[in-house]
T-cell receptor
Framework: AQTVTQSQPEMSVQEAETVTLSCTYD???????LFWYKQPPSRQMILVIR??????QNATENRFSVNFQKAAKSFSLKISDSQLGDAAMYFC?????????????FGKGTKLTVNP | GAGVSQSPSNKVTEKGKDVELRCDPI?????LYWYRQSLGQGLEFLIY????????KSGLPSDRFSAERTGGSVSTLTIQRTQQEDSAVYLC????????????FGDGTRLSIL
């Protein structure tokens, strides 16, 4: 079974600075998808960025980018120019690309605080 | 609405009662998922529906939990004889059935068992 580990329960960053959130995963599959979701206090899970494992190029969405290291099974999220609105729980998630269930496997999350 | 809609937003009930949680997915999304998020934890998969296929129930924690999806749209998660450990936020998500399509989540139902 696949597992996702987020080793940083909490992180903090100064407004306008850059922060990197760590995520590692364990799988025997070669094809899969990885996601970062943001969960503000409103509870809704918001997709931040996604990466297809077969793509070597790291995904980027505006101020958010990932460092995908397939051999190391690492998928970190970098937030540049941090804003107060970035404060939230961040979850890393894995999804198999093989047939069967399409469920997401989540890490336990990292709480990000942005200091003014 | 344009997003996944869940009701109620909050539910408080006594231990031993049955509860029903509702999810209305995004129109056109054939895949629907239920997850549970306990305090301080990540999301735990419960059940997955895709079109007319048999659902993947592998995440349901006990036979007190069941879910159905009528007409390929609205889904109801039912918890019978609730226990205090059932207290959690229950999140529903939907997606297009296409490999790698992201799941879109509702705001969840916060369930509190007294």
């Amino acid at each position: 079974a696949q597992t996702v580990t987020q080793s940083q329960p909490e992180m903090s960053v100064q407004e306008a600075e850059t922060v990197t959130l760590s995520c590692t995963y364990d799988t025997s599959e070669s094809d899969y998808y990885l996601f970062w979701y943001k969960q503000p206090p409103s509870r809704q899970m918001i997709l931040v960025i996604r990466q297809e494992a077969y793509k070597q190029q790291n995904a980027t969405e505006n101020r958010f980018s990932v460092n995908f290291q397939k051999a190391a099974k690492s998928f970190s999220l970098k937030i540049s120019d941090s804003q107060l609105g970035d404060a939230a729980m961040y979850f890393c998630a894995y999804r198999s690309a093989q047939g069967g269930s399409e469920k997401l496997v989540f890490g336990k999350g990292t709480k990000l605080t942005v200091n003014p | 609405g344009a997003g996944v809609s869940q009701s109620p937003s909050n539910k408080v009930t006594e231990k031993g009662k049955d509860v029903e949680l509702r999810c209305d997915p995004i129109s056109g999304h054939t895949a629907l998922y239920w997850y549970r998020q306990s305090l301080g934890q990540g999301l735990e998969f419960l059940i997955y529906f895709q079109g007319n296929s048999a659902p993947d129930k592998s995440g349901l924690p006990s036979d007190r939990f069941s879910a159905e999806r009528t007409g390929g749209s609205v889904s109801t998660l039912t918890i019978q004889r609730t226990q205090q450990e059932d207290s959690a936020v229950y999140l529903c998500a939907s997606s297009l059935y296409d490999r790698g399509q992201p799941q879109h989540f509702g705001d969840g139902t916060r369930l509190s068992i007294l």
